[in-house]
Structure formats: C-alpha cells, structure tokens
C-alpha cells in the first residue's frame, strides 16, 4: 500500500445528478479525512472521522452531502442534487495517531457540475 | 475566517534566485505542516515542525516554526523549476483540527 486512494480521479456530471466518492487510505491510518479544495485556494475541512465514527462535521457540508466510513477503512463522500456550487477537487487524507497524525492525501477527486 | 495567512501569494523568480514563503497567524498551532502541491494532484507533504523555534532542512528548502507557534516561514535557496507549484502551510488546532493556508503559488523560470 503506497497512498491515499481515491475514485473516480474526475467526474463531470449535470446539475441535480448525485454523484459518490470513493477513498481509500493508507492501511492501518485509524482517521480519515475529506477536504474540498477550489481554484485558487487552500484545502477546507469537510468532516473527519476516526476509525468508523464522525466526530465532526463543518458547516460547509449541507445536508445535500453525506459521509460515511462503514468499516473504519474505506470511506465514501455522497453529493445529492449537485449544484454548479459544488464543482471542485475532493481530498481524501488519513493519518495514524501514533506518527504525530501527520496527514497524508490523496490525489483528489474533480467534480464539474455542468 | 482564515486563520492562517500565507505570503506572498503568487511568486515568479530566475532560476537560481532564493525566495522566502511566510506562513502567519494570531492562533497558537500544536504543529505545522508545509506542502506542495501540483496542478490536478493533492498536497505532498515536504516537512513537520512541532518544537517553537524549531529548524528544518530538506535539501535546499529550510523550514522554521515561530517561538510562539503561531507563524513558519519557509527558504528556498537556489530555486530550481522544478520546485514550481503551489506551496500550502497547514496549522493543527488540537489533535486532529487541520487548518491550511491561503497557498503561496511558485514559478521558477528556467
């Protein structure tokens, strides 16, 4: 296991669709992250889990958007009805409490919404 | 609210030239991470610092976090094309809280 996972690397998709991202993180890492990052700007906490528990969510995720880590490996990020709003790159990272929870990402997910 | 302010936030240098990114902020940070990030990939971390006053060196890059914990500045010597790309610093609040900075964007020209 070199890295953070994550899929689909790009998905465009219509407004009003819903669309789902899939990470993986590095094996072992008990915590999870999603961050959302747009042009220009540094990446934004979304929520973060530790093991299979949420334990904090921003304001910035509406209830249009839901986050899950059913297992405590895999986590999935869930947009219903996207809006044009919502297009930018999704950032999947996981850290290990152990190593200074230093946090490692994954290569991003893009979102347009058209 | 942005917690922590990078500047400058764009830079285009020579090939060769050194250049100094600072990373600054009022709160008190347990840590701090620096990254680097290309276009259409997700940030690389390039270095921890955890100590105040405490200084890093990765090759040609030194990185220092304030006394207070509140600020980093990261030097570049000799800047090479391929260190192009967006530079992030990232504060963490607590044991888990991350919070990145508004980016300092890098071009070195050839």
């Known amino acids: 296991d070199t890295g953070v996972s994550q899929n689909p690397r790009h998905k465009i998709t219509k407004r009003g669709q819903n669309v789902t991202f899939r990470c993986d993180p590095i094996?072992?890492?008990?915590?999870l992250y999603w961050y959302r990052q747009t042009l220009g700007q540094g990446p934004e906490f979304l929520t973060y889990?530790?093991?299979?528990?949420?334990?904090?969510k921003s304001r910035l995720l509406s209830d249009r958007f839901s986050a899950e880590r059913p297992k405590g490996s895999f986590s999935t990020l869930e947009i219903q009805r996207t809006e044009q709003g919502d297009s930018a790159m999704y950032l999947c990272?996981?850290?290990?409490?152990?190593?200074?929870?230093?946090?490692?990402f994954g290569e991003g997910s893009w979102l347009t919404v058209v | 609210t942005q917690l922590l302010e990078q500047s400058p936030q764009f830079l285009s240098i020579q090939e060769g030239e050194n250049l100094t990114v600072y990373c600054n902020s009022s709160?008190?940070?347990?840590?701090l991470q620096w990254y680097r990030q290309e276009p259409g990939e997700g940030p690389v971390l390039l270095v921890t610092?955890?100590?105040?006053?405490e200084v890093k060196k990765l090759k040609r890059l030194t990185f220092q976090f304030g006394d207070a914990r509140k600020d980093s500045s990261l030097h570049i010597t000799a800047a090479q094309p391929g260190d192009t790309g967006l530079y992030l610093c990232?504060?963490?609040?607590?044991?888990?809280?991350?919070?990145f900075g508004t980016g300092t964007r890098l071009k070195v020209l050839a």
């Open positions: 889990f530790q093991n299979e528990a949420q334990l904090e």
């Open positions: 610092v955890v100590t105040g006053g």
């Open positions: 094996s072992e890492h008990n915590r």
């Open positions: 709160s008190v940070f347990s840590s």
């Open positions: 990232a504060g963490v609040r607590g044991t888990y809280k991350y919070i």
């Open positions: 990272a996981s850290s290990l409490v152990v190593q200074g929870n230093t946090i490692y």
